[in-house]
């Protein structure tokens, strides 16, 4: 089977990331298509999808989009994909909770987009109140997971719910958002993964800039 990724950015595209990374380690080899976001390369995403979204993958002639059907669909194809836990309750929470990334926090996505090269200290008390509870919830299952489970991973072993969150752990790092200490591990396990490493500095490399993303948080009158 051969397979070829569709993504935009690595810098801004935290879908393309879940489901780059999620290929990555499961160890399957696949070609990268980019289609930097909002370029004229970005026009050719309709030859790839009907729904012009990142990511997308190719196996063959074959089609899927969205990042929770590639998955699907790679782990039925190849059962040794990077899964779910086993144990049921750890199963059921795993699930749950990469459900709940995949279908929310709206607050976290429009407040703190995807932005891995950029350092931009922000304010708790400046966000939201939607988006503060988020970060709270995240900050929460994450502090339950390693209390339960133990790490290094948020159920032990790397698994699709982390595949879901590692990008939120690369926000909360450009943004510089204070956790409490049991919710840390999650970030740090993210930031010392080497494929996360080698896909932050593909992140720095690129040239194109999202300015709407870059000057979200700084003041009008001083851009
Ligand atoms: N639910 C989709 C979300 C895909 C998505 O929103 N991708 C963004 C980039 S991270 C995109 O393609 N945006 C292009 C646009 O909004 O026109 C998934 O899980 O793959």
Redesign the pocket.
């Known amino acids: 089977m051969s397979l070829k990724l569709v993504i935009?950015n690595k810098n801004y595209?935290?879908?393309?990331l879940r489901a780059w990374l999620f290929l990555t380690e499961s160890g399957l080899s696949f070609e990268e298509i980019r289609l930097p976001?909002f370029t004229e390369a970005w026009q050719q995403i309709s030859q790839y999808t009907p729904a012009?979204?990142?990511?997308v993958l190719l196996d063959g002639d074959i089609r899927v989009?969205?990042?929770?059907a590639i998955w699907g669909y790679v782990r039925s194809q190849h059962p040794s994909a990077i899964g779910w836990p086993t144990a049921p309750q750890a199963q059921a929470t795993a699930r749950s909770i990469t459900a709940e990334m995949?279908s929310g926090f709206f607050g976290i996505r429009e407040q703190l987009p995807q932005n891995i090269r950029a350092r931009i200290p922000v304010m708790r008390n400046t966000l939201t109140a939607t988006t503060q509870q988020e970060i709270d919830r995240v900050d929460h299952m994450w502090t339950q997971a390693y209390d339960t489970y133990g790490g290094p991973w948020l159920f032990g072993d790397f698994s699709l719910a982390d595949v879901a969150y590692a990008p939120v752990a690369l926000r909360f790092v450009t943004y510089q958002i204070q956790l409490s200490p049991g919710a840390q591990p999650f970030i740090q396990a993210v930031q010392g993964l080497p494929s996360i490493q080698s896909w932050a500095a593909d992140s720095a490399a690129e040239a194109d800039v999202i300015n709407v993303i870059d000057q979200l948080h700084i003041p009008k009158n001083t851009r």
Not at 52 to 55: A, E, G, M, N, Q
Request: hydrophobic letters at 25%; zero cysteines.
């Open positions: 935009g595209s935290s879908w393309s976001l012009k979204r990142v990511p989009w969205d990042s929770s995949h």
